[in-house]
């Protein structure tokens, strides 16, 4: 049968014009096809931004786009959203560069907001927790103003000892000669302590208050705010927050006060960066993935891959968790000069330079983002163009507020993370991810310590925010567990006395990370671990910390679920505890519940998790130290790292710097192998200043057991220094 533009030949010169025209259709049809396509592959990924209204869902678009001249991440008028009924969603933002894009929309497969109050619908029904969570997930702008949501102090802050910063355990040690166990008639109370830490008092020792539910306190927005979150992960049918429930679950008033107050700020992070935190999806987060795809795991940047994973974070007043204080304020400005403000809280390793551009947001937003040109502390003084110095890799990760991208300096040949983040100055969501990325900034740039990711510098760019990072080239703990399987009992051990290094530091400037789990603590290939990923820190300035309910659940503490006190330094004790059985299993404790039955198991119920077979008994002791459930019985970073746990495995790995010859590295590590100390690969690349600690610690073993470890540290550092 012959077409119709075929019948007659005096319509050739037709026939050619309408078959390019039906071909263009076709091509048209194949790409909204394959849109479609790749959103059903990705499931409620690609077709749902991760944290819909968090930049980050913008950045996949406006990077997707990007190549495509008139397709810019800016803000529409504000009838743009009208067609689906919300303003500020992840959907809204998602269908935005189609729409942009020509002046005939295309036909994308959006879900509807009826489809999606028919979700929905279900959980509300479950009880006011799935209410809560699923509106915390991403709707929030217009219909929860983050302003309101900021929950009443549940209780005052923690006071805290003043101790000096160091790095040196041992030195923190000798200060904080308090006892640390102040309620025996705990059950969860420290069953032996032999390691040095009794009759010590935590100077981070919380000062016990009274457990309280604040239901009266929660704003739990109306359903309106839920039909507006199609972006969440509860789209996704395939994952149905309901079976998380069981009747045991509703009558914790106080889980769901604190359920209902977070904030869900971002799924993406979660997933991609192996994060089961909630933070953005809120869904994705309760539900622990056995095989989820990082990006970690997919190097190859792709824009288009919204990332709804589960790895995002609860952050009850995540919205506006800047507070002028732990922004920095006065005390941010490295140049100690007068500033606009802006440098206040933008602490920047050195003098700021010219600027590109200035955010157009809130103060607290500007001050913590003033356009600094990004230095590393090798860079050259003064660059002529500063925007132009790191150029943009390939994409390491995502998360909450934007994706991490690989950055060069083709001058310099550094390399840093690049974690971009596209601003909207009409957006709420906008608003709320600077300001956390401020305080992220803030506290980073205060921070020095070789067991946490450097901060280099910030920018502005248009409408992007760039915080420049030390580049961890190893991924994250997380990646490794999926990627080889859990831990040896040696790695174990060396990676956690590292992350309590890096806590012990930070919590010696009063600062509570928040959300300490395998997925936030990167590995360089010398084995050296950094913390990482400050969007969640606080700064405790003993005033009242309403903003308490962040985390990511399966590492949360108990007093953060129930929100009692969440804004305290031991709940990043009970997190390490959490990721120590994360190393041992590849999976935290409770992850055989799903998320909300987790928590009420976290934070009602007085039982431990499961402890691997495979872990020491020191390793036991060590986790059950820190998952005890009063905070208060906690021990420190400062006292853990003398438990025997971490303790021998800082004097077995911590390496020497000499001039040793290499040849002996074979020897050594035969030697080291008969002794059982092998794993000599994770030796390497350490601090000069390790070896003090290391000698110090060396000579509470043998002899012989010390000599060998002093020559294998050396050793191997020189193998790995001449090999890097
Ligand atoms: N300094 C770094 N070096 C190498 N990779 C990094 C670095 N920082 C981040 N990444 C990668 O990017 C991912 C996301 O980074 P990060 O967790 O800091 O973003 P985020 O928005 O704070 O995430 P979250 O969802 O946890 O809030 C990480 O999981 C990691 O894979």
């Known amino acids: 049968m012959r077409s119709w533009w075929g019948k007659t030949s005096s319509k050739e010169d037709n026939k050619k014009t309408k078959k390019s025209i039906i071909d263009a259709i076709h091509r048209k049809l194949k790409i909204s096809s394959e849109e479609k396509l790749n959103s059903r ?21 406006s990077q997707s786009f990007a190549e495509r001249s008139h397709a810019q991440p800016l803000p529409l008028p504000a009838v743009r959203y009208t067609g689906i009924g919300r303003s500020n969603s992840g959907l809204g933002a998602s269908i935005r560069p189609g729409l942009d894009r020509g002046s005939k929309p295309l036909d994308l497969p959006l879900p509807r907001p009826g489809c999606v109050s028919n979700r929905l619908d279900h959980a509300y029904t479950e009880g006011d927790f799935a209410t809560a969570s699923v509106s915390s997930v991403s709707s929030t702008d217009s219909d929860y103003p983050f302003d309101s949501r900021v929950l009443s102090p549940l209780t005052s802050d923690y006071e805290y000892g003043n101790r000096t910063a160091t790095n040196s355990p041992s030195s923190i040690k000798q200060k904080d000669q308090s006892p640390i166990v102040s309620k025996k008639n705990s059950k969860e109370a420290l069953n032996s302590v032999d390691f040095s830490l009794s009759n010590h008092i935590p100077p981070t020792s919380p000062r016990r208050a009274p457990s309280r539910t604040h239901v ?58 192996g994060h089961n935190s909630i933070g953005g999806d809120m869904l994705g987060q309760l539900f622990w993935q056995t095989n989820r795809c990082s990006p970690e795991c997919s190097p190859i940047p792709s824009p288009r891959m919204t990332s709804p994973g589960p790895s995002s974070r609860i952050h009850s007043g995540a919205v506006t968790p800047l507070h002028p204080r732990a922004a920095g304020t006065s005390v941010e400005s490295p140049t100690g000069r007068p500033d606009d403000g802006r440098q206040k809280s933008h602490r920047l390793p050195l003098p700021p330079i010219t600027i590109s551009n200035t955010c157009p947001f809130s103060p607290s937003y500007s001050t913590a983002t003033s356009p600094s040109l990004p230095r590393s502390p090798n860079r050259a003084e003064n660059p002529t163009s500063p925007g132009s110095r790191w150029k943009k890799g390939r994409l390491l990760g995502r998360g909450t507020f934007g994706h991490v991208y ?44 070789p067991n946490i990711v450097q901060y280099y510098g910030s920018e ?16 994250s703990i997380y990646k490794l567990l999926q990627e080889y399987g859990q831990f040896g009992e040696i790695a174990i051990r060396n990676y956690t006395q590292q992350i309590l290094s890096g806590l012990d530091y930070l919590h010696a400037k009063n600062t509570v990370h928040r959300d300490i789990k395998g997925a936030n603590i990167l590995v360089d290939p010398s084995g050296r671990v950094k913390l990482a990923d400050f969007g969640m820190a606080k700064h405790i300035t003993g005033q009242s910390c309403p903003l308490s309910f962040k985390g990511s659940p399966y590492w949360m503490a108990p007093e953060v679920i129930r929100n009692s006190n969440g804004c305290n330094l031991a709940v990043d004790i009970w997190s390490l505890g959490c990721t120590v059985l994360e190393m ?51 021990p420190t970073a400062a006292q853990l790292l003398e438990h025997p746990f971490v303790r021998n495995a800082a004097a077995l790995e911590k390496p020497i710097l000499t001039a040793e010859p290499t040849e002996a590295l074979p020897a050594v590590m035969n030697a080291g192998r008969s002794m059982g100390i092998g794993h000599a690969r994770n030796v390497g690349g350490f601090e000069p200043e390790g070896v003090a600690i290391h000698q110090s610690r060396g000579s509470k073993t043998g002899a012989g057991l010390r000599s060998l470890s002093l020559s294998l540290s050396l050793s191997l550092h020189t193998h790995n220094t001449r090999t890097q």
């Open 460 to 475: 502005t760019v248009d409408d992007k925010l760039y915080i420049y990072l030390e580049y961890v080239s190893g991924g």
């Open 584 to 634: 041992a299993t590849t999976k935290p404790p409770w992850s055989q519940y799903e998320g909300v039955a987790a928590m009420f198991k976290i934070g009602n119920s007085k039982e431990l998790p499961a402890f691997p077979d495979n872990l020491s008994d020191d390793g036991k002791d060590f986790v059950r130290q820190c998952l005890q459930r009063n905070p208060s019985h906690r």
């Open 216 to 273: 009266q306190n929660l704003q739990i927005p109306n359903r309106g705010a839920f039909c507006s979150a199609p972006d969440s992960s509860m789209s996704s049918p395939s994952r149905s927050p309901i079976s998380a429930f069981g009747p045991e679950q509703v009558i914790n008033c106080g889980l769901w006060a604190g359920l209902g107050s977070g904030h869900c700020s971002s799924p993406g992070s979660g997933h991609n960066s």
């Open 406 to 449: 690989l950055g060069f300096n083709s001058e310099s040949g550094e390399m840093c993370a690049m974690k971009e983040v596209t601003l909207f100055a009409d957006d709420p969501r906008s608003k709320e991810s600077a300001q956390q990325l401020g305080q992220e900034i803030a506290l980073l740039s205060r921070l020095r310590h």
């Open 41 to 61: 592959s990705g499931g409620s990924r690609s077709r749902v931004p991760s944290r819909s209204p968090s930049p980050s869902a913008q950045v996949a678009r």
